[in-house]
């Protein structure tokens, strides 16, 4: 960018940033510069990796509040340090961390000296669309454009119906053969990117995808015959402003060369370096106000555009308002920040313009199969996204996926194509309103979301290049192969429903169902509805989702017996806060269906549990662990535990109790099952607008039902 426009851009920007300087978040306590735009020095996030030795770890550090990445492991987990403030406290609770990338400005000007290396190297990459660079937010509009102009029977774009808070709206690309036709029975596989504006690569790929199909349908076998049986829709962008500012700042350089051309002194040069590289969240700045287009910019008052906003990814319907998602309220015990939350959830479920984007689309399509991407951490991820031990709303473990056997062995196909771990959400960390987990239980549709990448959000581009294609032993394969696998599951009938028979010629087939879908509180109304035209010949054969959500399906949970029959209680004295331990040893002498360690202390603070098991070399194994709110007693229940010797952990987080108890019981358990219900579509047969016929219709997974609607829809 020309230094004439970097003038220009600063000084349009200058009245921004004194709005900015307003807001809540500019005000902070004497000596706290966590949040307040002091200087240089503020704008120096650094990528860390903090030790975790356990999940009772991983809780404690999800309630500091900090900005969590999604690459974590046995044993630890990254996250951005945007202020000396954040350190403190992190510090001041007691984890270990080592620094990764000390200075993520920096790491961002080297990004761009290697990506210009890069292009200048070659005129054309290996990928589908031949890119060197990442695009612009205006690049994928006019690609997907591109696209349906090129091949109008093939692809075509369209909008998404909600304008984001910045006044954008939001493209989306539909790819299959006779793709203008109205809809006659195929299903749908919807790939998404950049949910986080910080996450390049996840729109790359997205995007890649879309032009690889295009390019290929008619020369590749495999491609051709799938778009002959699916439509694929790929939405590259889902939060269209907080991506346009991350991909802007993210490339401008460093702005404090111009601190003496700066009307405020210094202070706007700082805060737009590079103000929203790292940014995670969408625009939202006041729950429930749309503000005047532009307004975004004024959350250059949060350290690198991390603090407002809501994050999309705690924002869906499925389960919202459960853990790993803060609350609209700060609690300083719970150390959440509310609207300045990295996991802010939003004032509702589906209170934001983007995810009602993605609501309404999944709705209106029997999407069979749902990849949201996402950076960084090469993972796969399935649902559901609490542990299955996690006690629900409804006072019952939350448990498996109902589709978990399923689920997982799809994972493992798409994770041999690129090397990815196949795991649940809940092993990266607790999470709650995400994407799949709402698609999921709403449709019956499998839903993963792909962690692209190894080590950092937008690295460059080469990287990219080699996610998508494959490196090394996944030459040749990589996400390309994993999404085509996906394709492939999304036509597989003995995953999805089929209902076949006769109709009149040119009437529209609807299926609507509506239900009430749970969030970890209440529920909110919610439907599904989607249709086709029968063809000429009037034949149809429509791939649908079961018409039974997997939400309300049984489940199965162990209940165990009212009392042990085997059991023992320590007791312990003081533990110094933050650092102090105390180990107990139980031995259980016999397989035991569940073992039940409970912990309580007499203030109204924070300890903390974990259990482990002693192997044959004696070494300790975790086996679980307990890291419940200030003033909340924990528990761990270890099920199917295997005689030997147990170590019960006890920490002091931040507790000034003089002593504490721990119960340990053996229990025997029955295997019970949760009732559960079957559900059915409501069918409807209709010709010029009219209805003419309406029935009750149940599908099940592999099902196929024949219905002859000739006679009944002619009315």
Same mark, same amino acid.
């Given at each position: 960018m020309p230094r004439s426009a970097l003038l220009s851009r600063l000084g349009a920007l200058t009245a921004?940033?004194?709005?900015?300087?307003?807001?809540?978040?500019?005000?902070?306590?004497?000596?706290?510069?966590?949040?307040?735009?002091?200087?240089?020095?503020?704008?120096?996030?650094?990528?860390?990796?903090?030790?975790?030795?356990?999940?009772?770890?991983?809780?404690?550090?999800?309630?500091?509040?900090?900005?969590?990445?999604?690459?974590?492991?046995?044993?630890?987990?990254?996250?951005?340090?945007?202020?000396?403030?954040?350190?403190?406290?992190?510090?001041?609770?007691?984890?270990?961390?080592?620094?990764?990338?000390?200075?993520?400005?920096?790491?961002?000007?080297?990004?761009?000296?290697?990506?210009?290396?890069?292009?200048?190297s070659r005129k054309r990459s290996p990928?589908?669309?031949?890119?060197?660079?990442?695009?612009?937010?205006?690049?994928?509009?006019?690609?997907?454009?591109?696209?349906?102009?090129d091949h109008p029977n093939l692809a075509k774009r369209f909008a998404l119906p909600l304008p984001t808070l910045d006044g954008r709206t939001v493209y989306g690309v539909e790819i299959g053969s006779d793709v203008r036709r109205p809809e006659s029975g195929r299903p749908t596989f919807l790939l998404m990117g950049l949910h986080h504006a910080r996450e390049w690569p996840s729109g790359e790929l997205a995007m890649e995808f879309a032009v690889d199909l295009v390019k290929n349908y008619g020369r590749d076998k495999r491609i051709t015959?799938?778009?002959?049986?699916?439509?694929?829709?790929?939405?590259?962008?889902?939060?269209?402003?907080?991506?346009?500012?991350?991909?802007?700042?993210?490339?401008?350089?460093?702005?404090?060369?111009?601190?003496?051309?700066?009307?405020?002194?210094?202070?706007?040069?700082?805060?737009?370096?590079?103000?929203?590289?790292?940014?995670?969240?969408?625009?939202?700045?006041?729950?429930?106000?749309?503000?005047?287009?532009?307004?975004?910019?004024?959350t250059l008052v949060s350290p690198g555009g991390f603090g407002l906003g809501v994050d999309l990814n705690r924002n869906y319907g499925g389960f919202w308002g459960g853990p790993g998602a803060a609350a609209t309220t700060p609690d300083a015990a719970n150390v959440e920040a509310g609207l300045a939350d990295p996991t802010y959830r939003g004032a509702a479920p589906f209170s934001e313009p983007e995810?009602?984007?993605?609501?309404?689309?999944?709705?209106?399509?029997?999407?069979?199969?749902?990849?949201?991407?996402?950076?960084?951490?090469?993972?796969?991820?399935?649902?559901?996204?609490?542990?299955p031990t996690t006690i629900g709303p409804d006072g019952i473990p939350v448990g498996d996926a109902p589709d978990e056997k399923g689920l997982k062995r799809l994972g493992a196909a798409m994770a041999k194509q690129n090397g990815y771990q196949n795991i649940h959400g809940w092993q990266l960390y607790d999470t709650t309103g995400t994407t799949e987990d709402w698609s999921y239980n709403a449709t019956g549709g499998y839903g993963y979301t792909f962690e692209i990448g190894p080590n950092e959000f937008h690295p460059p581009f080469a990287d990219v290049v080699d996610e998508y294609l494959g490196a090394g032993k996944y030459a040749?394969?990589?996400?390309? +192969?994993?999404?085509?696998? &996906?394709?492939?599951? @999304?036509? /597989?009938?003995?995953? !999805?429903? $089929?209902?076949?028979?006769?109709?009149?010629?040119?009437?529209?087939?609807?299926?609507?169902?509506?239900?009430?879908?749970?969030?970890?509180?209440?529920?909110?109304?919610?439907?599904?509805?989607?249709?086709?035209?029968?063809?000429?010949?009037?034949?149809?054969?429509?791939?649908?989702?079961?018409?039974?959500?997997?939400?309300?399906?049984?489940?199965t949970y162990d209940k165990i017996a009212d009392k042990p029959f085997a059991s023992k209680t320590f007791e312990g004295g003081m533990l110094t806060p933050l650092t102090g331990t105390a180990d107990h040893e139980y031995v259980v002498k016999r397989a035991t269906?569940?073992?039940?360690?409970?912990?309580?202390?007499?203030?109204?603070?924070?300890?903390?549990?974990?259990?482990?098991?002693?192997?044959?070399?004696?070494?300790?194994? +975790?086996?679980?662990?307990? &890291?419940?709110?200030? @003033?909340? /007693?924990?528990?761990? !229940?270890? $099920?199917?535990?295997?005689?030997?010797?147990y170590v019960i952990r006890v920490l002091n987080y931040t507790s000034v109790a003089p002593s504490y108890t721990v119960e340990v019981g053996q229990y025997a358990a029955q295997k019970a099952r949760t009732p559960g219900k079957r559900e059915a579509y409501t069918l409807t047969c209709e010709v010029g607008g009219k209805v003419r016929s309406r029935q009750q219709v149940f599908v099940d997974r592999g099902q196929v039902r024949r219905l002859d609607l000739a006679r009944a829809c002619k009315g």
């Open positions: 921004v940033a004194g709005l900015a300087l307003t807001l809540p978040l500019a005000t902070s306590s004497e000596g706290d510069d966590s949040r307040a735009p002091v200087g240089v020095s503020a704008f120096r996030p650094a990528l860390i990796t903090v030790q975790t030795p356990g999940r009772a770890a991983k809780l404690r550090l999800e309630r500091l509040g900090l900005d969590l990445t999604e690459h974590a492991g046995h044993g630890y987990v990254e996250a951005v340090l945007h202020t000396a403030g954040e350190q403190r406290a992190l510090e001041a609770a007691g984890f270990d961390y080592t620094v990764r990338i000390p200075d993520l400005v920096v790491r961002e000007i080297e990004r761009q000296k290697l990506d210009a290396a890069y292009a200048a990928l589908p669309s031949g890119r060197t660079g990442y695009r612009t937010l205006a690049d994928y509009e006019s690609d997907m454009e591109a696209l349906a102009k015959g799938l778009l002959d049986r699916a439509r694929v829709i790929v939405v590259p962008v889902v939060n269209a402003d907080g991506f346009d500012l991350s991909r802007t700042d993210g490339d401008i350089v460093d702005l404090r060369e111009l601190n003496d051309a700066d009307p405020l002194g210094g202070t706007g040069t700082t805060l737009l370096t590079p103000g929203q590289a790292y940014k995670r969240k969408n625009c939202r700045v006041v729950d429930g106000i749309d503000t005047p287009d532009g307004t975004c910019r004024a995810t009602q984007n993605i609501q309404q689309l999944v709705r209106s399509r029997q999407v069979t199969m749902l990849i949201s991407n996402h950076t960084f951490s090469n993972l796969v991820l399935r649902p559901n996204g609490v542990a040749g394969k990589g996400n390309r +192969e994993a999404y085509l696998i &996906a394709l492939e599951h @999304a036509v /597989d009938t003995r995953y !999805q429903g $089929v209902l076949t028979g006769s109709a009149p010629a040119g009437a529209v087939l609807r299926l609507r169902k509506t239900f009430d879908s749970p969030t970890w509180s209440s529920s909110f109304e919610d439907f599904v509805d989607s249709s086709i035209t029968v063809p000429g010949s009037g034949r149809f054969s429509w791939i649908v989702n079961p018409s039974t959500r997997p939400v309300v399906r049984s489940r269906d569940v073992l039940k360690i409970d912990l309580s202390w007499p203030t109204p603070d924070d300890m903390d549990l974990e259990v482990y098991r002693k192997k044959a070399d004696g070494s300790l194994e +975790e086996v679980g662990s307990s &890291a419940n709110l200030p @003033a909340q /007693d924990e528990s761990v !229940q270890i $099920v199917d535990a295997k005689p030997g010797t």
